[in-house]
T-cell receptor, first 111, second 114 residues
């Protein structure tokens, strides 16, 4: 079964609004988590990594990890139309193993 | 910045024909991966490699072969292409960043099998 589940499948927010994406894993061995972003017609690109419990902030993007509940989230404040993309949550059990991807959340930021 | 290139970018093949998708990376990464992306399925891992000469089966290897002749090159081979293999294929290389391997993706190859 899918090891990484994302919600919602799609999300629409107004420009300047807050977008919140969620991810839950079913494998307690997962220790490393990423958010990848894919703009239309391009390959995915790593947006943020988070390996420790708590928050990690990079500009307008904040990731939150709770390993006990196997939950990771991504919050985008002051959303811009250029943030419109497919966002993947990804997880791995160790530092040199394959990554397991979720099915993605399609984010649309409306001007 | 890490660079992964794929060729061809678009390919139309006939059912039963042989298709080879090529990937090249200039990052000197040991790990390389092939995925396919279909609407509703996200990224599904087909084959991967830990270095030249090695290939490993991913989650959906049936109907696909892989070849890693060198550190830089990783190919995906469809010996007998079928319409169900119509998809967008992404290659990625994996390199250490911040304590764990992060994947760098190519631009993708759109394959249509008629």
């Amino acid at each position: 079964q899918q090891k990484v589940q994302q919600s919602p499948e799609s999300l629409s927010v107004p420009e300047g609004g807050m977008a919140s994406l969620n991810c839950t894993s079913s494998d307690r061995n997962f220790q490393y988590f990423w958010w990848y972003r894919q703009h239309s017609g391009e390959g995915p690109k790593a947006l943020m990594s988070i390996f420790s419990d708590g928050d990690k902030k990079e500009g307008r993007f904040t990731a939150h990890l709770n390993k006990a509940s196997l939950h990771v989230s991504l919050h985008i404040r002051d959303s811009q139309p250029s943030d419109s993309a497919l966002y993947f949550c990804a997880a791995s059990p160790n530092s040199n193993n394959r990554i397991f991807f979720g099915d993605g959340t399609q984010l649309v930021v409306k001007p | 910045e890490a660079a992964v290139t794929q060729s061809p970018r678009n390919k139309v093949a006939v059912t039963g024909g042989k298709v080879t998708l090529s990937c090249n990376q200039t990052n000197n990464h040991n790990n390389m991966y092939w995925y396919r992306q279909d609407t509703g399925h996200g990224l599904r891992l087909i084959h991967y490699s830990y270095g030249a000469g090695s290939t490993e089966k991913g989650d959906i290897p049936d109907g696909y072969k892989a070849s890693r002749p060198s550190q830089e090159n990783f190919s995906l081979i469809l010996e007998l292409a079928t319409p169900s293999q119509t998809s967008v294929y992404f290659c990625a290389s994996g390199g250490r960043r911040g304590g764990a391997d992060e994947q760098y993706f190519g631009p993708g190859t759109r394959l249509t099998v008629l």
